[in-house]
């Protein structure tokens, strides 16, 4: 079942837009509150998390010829992908030289849509060089299994730092599992993730009042976790939230989200993997 089957079916008896919080970083906000407003749902957006991209950790791989050493790059999100181009975006020369062995450029599924032309001129001056690689399946762990046997290669793997939360098992799994296909990644914090704050669920709090809340999506673990942390401050958990709208649906992006929020104590109605596509 789509997300837009699910909300549909749990809208009867309610107004003709029904309301979906979502608890998304500024950087999805705007796009995920389009989509639902183009399918007539009314937005709620209640960030439970902040997200500081940080350029300068790539410094240590941004000199002349620095990326040599490597075979490939993966990025498992957006915002990697932008801290990595801001950072790269300075350089006069491009960190890969002109010549030598393929370069993998790997990332998920519609993040693709960043790494165009000019984004590969930065990292090499020569395309035929740089091949770009899209898992069928748009998870870190379909990405692990997407790059194959690694024979002692590096790998480039910008991925974020979790402040004020305890970081999700995804990364550390992601990174675990290219030791495990025999890759050597080297971690690099492209960004921060923040827990929001306190009162960052406040809005979800004063929806959840009479009824007045149909659904809410998460598109990270994280997010569940920063959600949770907040309502423990107004004296709340989640089953308190779904006692309160008894037609409250759920809603994950993708398994790895659904599999984090399940782990947290949050049951899941609906996994939906085009849900920011």
Known sequence: MSMT???????TGTSENPIVAFTTPPNYAERLSHL????????????????????????????????????AIAFTSRTAIQAFHTAAAALRIPPLSHSGHPFIVAALGKDTELIDAEFLSRICSNSERIRVLVPPTATPS????????????RVLCPVPLVVGLEEPPVVPGFLQELRDFGWD?????AYETRWAGPRCAEGIVKGSEDEGMDAVVFTSSAEVEGLLKSLR???????EVRRRCPRLVVAAHGPVTAAGAERLGVKVDVTNGKLMR
Do not use: D, K, M
Not at 5 to 11: E, G, I, K, L, P
Not at 43 to 63: G, M, N, R, V
């Open 185 to 189: 990644p080297a971690r690099v914090e």
């Open 36 to 71: 639902l407003t183009v399918n007539a749902y009314s937005p709620l957006w209640c960030p439970t998390l902040t997200i500081q991209p940080t350029p300068s950790s790539f410094a240590p791989y941004l000199s002349s010829h620095s990326l040599q050493p490597f075979s």
């Open 142 to 153: 379909g990405l692990a299994a997407a790059l194959g046997p690694g024979g002692g290669r």
């Open 233 to 239: 401050e107004f004296g709340l958990n989640f089953e």
């Open 5 to 11: 089957t699910a909300f549909r079916c749990t809208s």
